[in-house]
């Protein structure tokens, strides 16, 4: 089987997530009036290759792919080539690569539920917002296949993230109402919605038509302002961000409706404040005066450096750990190597009460992020003085209660298939427990690097690093150096997740 190959690009950085190999397939149904590859039109042309031959040419280029790299087919319209790209997208899938199909949704409508299962990014072009744009721009009816393409996508079993793209030609869709239909069109997929662009119109193809003697239909409309443009993908932006919230909430009605009561977290039960000299611990204050004087002899403060272990998975419950000053976390390493963060300790914090209570050892490993000052409780002075204290047990039991939610949230996140949710969700959880109110905005200073960012949040390092990126573009938050975020926005970043 061969397929028809307009042309490759190597090393691309905007068709897709990282850096890709895209390959521009030949034909395209659709002839719209700003197409910049008209010479990709026609269904024959370009190379005939086959897609063993793909792999070979991805295969040359992977150690350049990264974390997020992978390879994109666009055109032209990839899907109209259904069979070939189904055989391509096959043989990649198998060899571990990540895949991504820019598309307008018009293709071999037989192959959509071969290839969608095997896409991981689609790249979805949304050409107009109702009937009439839509034929004007590109010359056919076919707005309503376009929705039912849409609103087949699940259905046909994709599972991956979309970006979607809009090319914004003046006097067509350069208003806030038109934005508003933008958001209201993409409606049945904002679920799986990852990012939304604004490409401005530009006329760099218009000496394309003049070589092949083409008439171009845009004959001196004059390219898009780049910061309008931008200005409106900001204001898009925020309209879908808030549509989220809003669907988010009817369906939190529903669910209440259907099952007679609320279906809210667990109530919360608060922290212990635990105060930062040593005698004012609440731990302490169930024991008599001449036991504190006993206990104080027995604990032990340590001073730990950022990156030393605190203990290991398996370790024996030999002692409760309080956190006098500083940040510590606790994470497991994953069956492919990498590293998943639960939970991130700080001062006035303590673990491994409920372990000495049950007498189990560690499932997970504690790591000090920041140079730590820690109060070690020997198991011996805890058997003694705290085992049948109730300040003790209730302040071990809010304090589980309060990492249960945590990891209910955790994994809410990283069950979620969306980039933006799960970065909103953790730096909303970060400007909860970390974040000081400034002028500027709520001011973040990180104890963790990018890649302890990802692993907490359930992302990979250049994936984090690109929607912490994105967000800035959208003036949701600012960046100062590697270990500074402030939230510009914070009402924004609650649309993705509340």
Same mark, same amino acid.
């Given at each position: &089987?061969?397929?028809?190959?307009?042309?490759?690009?190597?090393?691309?950085?905007?068709?897709?997530?990282?850096?890709?190999?895209?390959?521009?397939?030949?034909?395209?149904?659709?002839?719209?009036?700003?197409?910049?590859?008209?010479?990709?039109?026609?269904?024959?042309?370009?190379?005939?290759?086959?897609?063993?031959?793909?792999? $070979?040419? %991805?295969?040359?280029?992977?150690?350049?792919?990264?974390?997020?790299?992978?390879?994109?087919?666009?055109?032209?319209?990839?899907?109209?080539?259904?069979?070939? !790209?189904?055989?391509?997208?096959?043989?990649?899938?198998?060899?571990?690569?990540?895949?991504?199909?820019?598309?307008?949704?018009?293709?071999?409508?037989?192959?959509?539920?071969?290839?969608?299962?095997? %896409?991981? /990014? !689609?790249?979805?072009?949304?050409?107009?917002?109702?009937?009439?744009?839509?034929?004007?721009?590109?010359?056919?009816?076919?707005?309503?296949?376009?929705? @039912?393409?849409?609103?087949?996508? $699940?259905?046909?079993?994709?599972?991956?993230?979309?970006?979607?793209?809009?090319? &914004?030609?003046?006097?067509?869709?350069?208003?806030?109402?038109?934005?508003?239909?933008?958001?209201?069109?993409?409606?049945?997929?904002?679920?799986?919605?990852?990012?939304?662009?604004?490409?401005?119109?530009?006329?760099?193809?218009?000496?394309?038509?003049?070589?092949?003697?083409?008439?171009?239909? !845009?004959?001196?409309?004059?390219?898009?302002?780049?910061?309008?443009?931008?200005?409106?993908?900001?204001?898009?932006?925020?309209?879908?961000?808030?549509?989220?919230?809003?669907?988010?909430?009817?369906?939190?009605?529903?669910?209440? $409706?259907?099952?007679?009561?609320?279906?809210?977290?667990?109530?919360?039960? *608060?922290?212990?404040?635990?105060?930062?000299?040593?005698?004012?611990?609440?731990?302490?204050?169930?024991?008599?005066?001449?036991?504190? $004087?006993?206990?104080?002899?027995?604990?032990?403060?340590?001073?730990?450096?950022?990156?030393?272990?605190?203990?290991?998975?398996?370790?024996?419950?030999?002692?409760?750990?309080?956190?006098?000053?500083?940040? &510590?976390?606790?994470?497991?390493? /994953? &069956?492919?190597?990498?590293?998943?963060?639960?939970?991130?300790?700080?001062? *006035?914090?303590?673990?491994?009460?409920?372990?000495?209570? %049950?007498?189990?050892?560690?499932?997970?490993?504690?790591?000090?992020?920041?140079?730590?000052?820690?109060?070690?409780?020997?198991?011996?002075?805890?058997?003694?003085?705290?085992?049948?204290?109730?300040?003790?047990?209730?302040?071990? !039991?809010?304090?589980?209660?309060?990492?249960?939610?945590?990891?209910?949230?955790?994994?809410?996140?990283?069950?979620?298939?969306?980039?933006?949710?799960?970065?909103?969700?953790?730096?909303?959880?970060?400007?909860?427990?970390? *974040?000081?109110?400034?002028?500027?905005? #709520?001011?973040?200073?990180?104890?963790?690097?990018?890649?302890?960012?990802?692993?907490?949040?359930?992302?990979?390092?250049?994936? #984090?690093?690109?929607?912490?990126?994105?967000?800035? @573009?959208?003036?949701?938050?600012?960046?100062?150096?590697?270990?500074?975020?402030?939230?510009?926005?914070? @009402?924004?970043?609650?649309?993705?997740?509340?």
């Amino acid at each position: &089987m061969r397929g028809y190959v307009h042309s490759i690009e190597t090393m691309g950085l905007v068709d897709g997530p990282g850096t890709r190999t895209v390959f521009f397939l030949q034909g395209c149904p659709l002839r719209c009036a700003y197409c910049h590859n008209p010479d990709t039109q026609k269904r024959i042309g370009g190379e005939e290759l086959t897609p063993q031959r793909i792999l $070979e040419i %991805v295969q040359r280029y992977q150690p350049y792919f990264g974390e997020e790299g992978g390879v994109t087919f666009s055109g032209g319209e990839p899907l109209l080539q259904g069979e070939f !790209l189904y055989a391509c997208l096959q043989i990649l899938k198998q060899e571990g690569y990540n895949t991504c199909v820019d598309t307008s949704g018009f293709g071999d409508p037989r192959y959509y539920s071969k290839i969608l299962p095997l %896409v991981d /990014t !689609l790249l979805l072009d949304v050409k107009a917002f109702d009937a009439a744009s839509f034929k004007e721009l590109t010359t056919i009816d076919g707005f309503w296949t376009y929705l @039912e393409f849409l609103e087949g996508l $699940e259905k046909n079993g994709f599972q991956g993230q979309i970006w979607v793209r809009h090319v &914004m030609v003046p006097g067509f869709t350069d208003s806030e109402e038109s934005m508003r239909q933008f958001i209201e069109l993409i409606k049945p997929i904002w679920a799986r919605v990852d990012r939304i662009e604004i490409l401005p119109y530009h006329t760099s193809g218009v000496k394309k038509y003049e070589r092949l003697g083409i008439p171009y239909r !845009l004959e001196g409309v004059k390219p898009m302002d780049k910061g309008r443009a931008k200005e409106l993908e900001v204001y898009a932006n925020k309209i879908f961000a808030e549509g989220l919230r809003e669907q988010r909430q009817e369906q939190t009605q529903k669910q209440q $409706e259907e099952f007679g009561r609320p279906t809210t977290a667990a109530s919360d039960l *608060g922290k212990s404040a635990l105060l930062s000299v040593l005698r004012g611990l609440p731990l302490f204050n169930d024991l008599n005066e001449e036991d504190v $004087e006993d206990v104080l002899q027995q604990v032990i403060l340590a001073d730990i450096k950022a990156g030393e272990y605190i203990f290991k998975t398996g370790d024996p419950p030999e002692a409760m750990y309080l956190i006098y000053k500083g940040q &510590m976390k606790i994470f497991i390493n /994953t &069956m492919d190597g990498e590293e998943q963060i639960f939970y991130i300790y700080r001062d *006035g914090d303590f673990v491994g009460g409920l372990n000495l209570l %049950v007498e189990t050892p560690y499932r997970y490993i504690g790591q000090a992020l920041t140079d730590c000052k820690v109060v070690v409780i020997p198991k011996t002075a805890f058997d003694k003085y705290f085992y049948h204290s109730p300040v003790v047990l209730r302040s071990v !039991l809010v304090k589980s209660f309060e990492r249960i939610r945590w990891a209910e949230d955790l994994i809410q996140r990283l069950a979620t298939s969306n980039a933006s949710m799960k970065t909103a969700g953790l730096l909303l959880k970060l400007a909860k427990r970390i *974040g000081v109110e400034t002028e500027e905005g #709520i001011k973040l200073e990180l104890s963790m690097n990018r890649e302890e960012l990802g692993n907490y949040s359930g992302l990979r390092r250049e994936t #984090i690093t690109r929607k912490l990126g994105e967000f800035r @573009e959208l003036g949701y938050i600012e960046l100062v150096g590697n270990k500074v975020i402030i939230i510009k926005d914070l @009402e924004a970043l609650e649309s993705y997740v509340l």
